[in-house]
């Protein structure tokens, strides 16, 4: 469905509301935003949609899952965005034998100085890399939880703040694989998007083999925004406007996934939060100052579909939380024209 749709019945923008002179600089958010997103998409051949998504969800404040099969480019699209920006970034490969504190640091005795000084782990940093997080013991995994939620750490008693922007960007392979623990409900909640890649089609599989056949787009690809830079985009979203009507429709749409039959987990308070920031952002990098139903519809999946638990006769009748979403979807009422 297209973005159009609904927008000049469904909401308007508001009356002085934000305007793309709110932006940060000359340029403004699209500016800046499609210079990473071409940035990213030097490296990832194929998956507009994906990038957009991934943008998306940094413009929200939000952190990323990326699950598909090995091979496809799921540690390769963390890295590009990862790397467009120039702000600090750490990688955690996850491993069966990771310990949640090679994950947000240690007290270690100082000899010379007699006293316990806190060494920082790889969350404290500004995109947190990690890859094949469900590798990792569901203990090790939860040691993300609260740098996720809060943008902070505590280690013995004492609490560490995480700089903005924060966000991670994990990869898992299917839990159907050998090696694999499911995550957590609690740490699935809480990331805003699940993507996958996919196959590429053969065009851009052929291109990637120009492209990646003798070195990696990874070497070349060049910072072309900063920290700053993204938290000025982060303010520009806040002022993004949504209409009573398209916040009771996100409210609609999360009550739906608490009712449905085949679900025995719904989405949280958490997800209509998340959901409505994520639309927000999407607004925003279509130029918008204002959200209308389309950008919810469009984010649904992505944002909805990993959180909800089907039940049992869901699963051996293969009713995919995807199925579910994309019905509900397909059968809510939009927000009409406001009188």
């Known amino acids: 469905m297209t973005v159009g749709t609904h927008g000049e019945s469904s909401v308007n923008p508001p009356a002085g509301g934000a305007s793309r002179a709110d932006g ?22 194929g998956k507009p949609q994906a990038v957009r998504l991934a943008l998306t969800v940094l413009l929200a404040e939000g952190h990323l899952l990326i699950e598909d099969v090995p091979g496809v480019g799921k540690t390769m699209l963390a890295k590009a ?9 750490r990688r955690v490969q996850f491993t069966p034998d990771l310990l949640p504190s090679d994950i947000t640091g240690v007290s270690a005795y100082n000899q010379e100085r007699r006293e316990f000084e806190f060494k920082p782990g790889p969350v404290f940093a500004n995109i947190v890399v990690g890859d094949e997080i469900n590798r990792a013991s569901p203990k090790t995994q939860s040691a993300l939880l609260e740098c996720m939620e809060e943008r902070q750490v505590t280690v013995d008693g004492v609490t560490y703040g995480l700089q903005a922007p924060f966000m991670v960007i994990a990869t898992q392979n299917p839990v159907e694989m050998e090696g694999t623990y499911p995550l957590p409900e609690a740490q699935r909640d809480r990331f805003t998007a ?17 492209v990646h056949g003798r070195s990696s787009p990874l070497d070349r690809l060049r910072p072309v925004a900063d920290a700053a830079d993204v938290r000025s985009l982060v303010g520009v979203v806040h002022r993004v406007h949504m209409a009573a009507g398209v916040r009771q429709y996100a409210v609609d749409l999360i009550t739906a996934t ?32 204002y959200v209308v139903p ?21 699963q051996i009748e293969r009713r995919l939380p995807e199925q579910v979403v994309t019905d509900l ?7 009409g024209p406001r009188r």
């Open 258 to 289: 608490r009712n449905h039959p085949d679900l025995r987990l719904g989405a949280s308070p958490r997800a209509t939060l998340q959901l409505v920031r994520a639309a927000r952002a999407y607004a925003a990098l279509d130029d918008r100052d």
């Open 81 to 89: 965005l990862a790397r467009s920006i120039d702000c600090s970034v």
């Open 294 to 314: 389309d950008d919810l519809q469009a984010l649904a999946v992505p944002v909805l579909a990993h959180r909800l638990l089907p039940t049992a006769e869901a």
């Open 194 to 210: 699940r993507i996958s890649m996919g196959y590429p089609d053969q065009a851009a599989e052929l291109e990637m083999l120009d």
């Open 24 to 45: 940060p600089g000359p340029e403004g958010l699209v500016q800046v935003a499609a210079k990473i997103r071409d940035a990213v998409e030097s490296v990832i051949e």
């Open 329 to 335: 979807v397909g059968r809510l009422p939009v927000p």
